[in-house]
């Protein structure tokens, strides 16, 4: 849907995602450009056909995002440092071919399937939290010691 992909691509740019891009998609997802970031601008996007068109960077690793019982759980995964995330759509699951063509697949550990776009800013979030320069979390609540809340 026009919005999903435009608030999917919106957390992309926020995340500060390399490119983004579509498969196969349909001309109001390809030509909507729904997002108020205007990604576009900032950010390749490319539109391939079909799986066989994809260009991805050199040692780019393909990880698909799919609620399968067999994908390994999101918080147990590590992240490649080159990656592009493929989302698998909400009323069905990636191809077999496609799923195939994947270094990794990973699950949000979830009751049922959730909307693409939180899903997908979930997995962009896991991977900034893994892959960045944080303090891991103290054991009691609340941030790093000496960091207060002022309201």
Request: with cysteine; glycine share 8%.
């Amino acid at each position: 849907k026009p919005m999903n992909m435009g608030n999917l691509v919106r957390s992309a740019h926020a995340f500060g995602a390399g490119f983004v891009f579509t498969i196969g998609a349909h001309a109001r997802i390809r030509n909507a450009r729904s997002d108020t970031s205007k990604t576009h601008k900032s950010v390749p996007w490319y539109d391939w056909d079909s799986v066989d068109d994809m260009q991805l960077p050199k040692n780019c690793q393909i990880v698909g995002v799919e609620l399968l019982d067999e994908a390994v759980d999101l918080p147990s995964f590590t992240h490649p440092r080159c990656a592009a995330y493929v989302m698998g759509p909400e009323r069905g699951v990636l191809s077999e071919a496609f799923r195939a063509k994947c270094d990794h697949i990973i699950r949000i550990p979830t009751k049922f399937c959730i909307n693409v776009q939180i899903a997908g800013a979930i997995v962009m979030y896991d991977r900034l939290k893994t892959l960045g320069q944080f303090e891991d979390r103290p054991v009691m609540p609340g941030g790093p010691a000496g960091v207060q809340f002022t309201p």
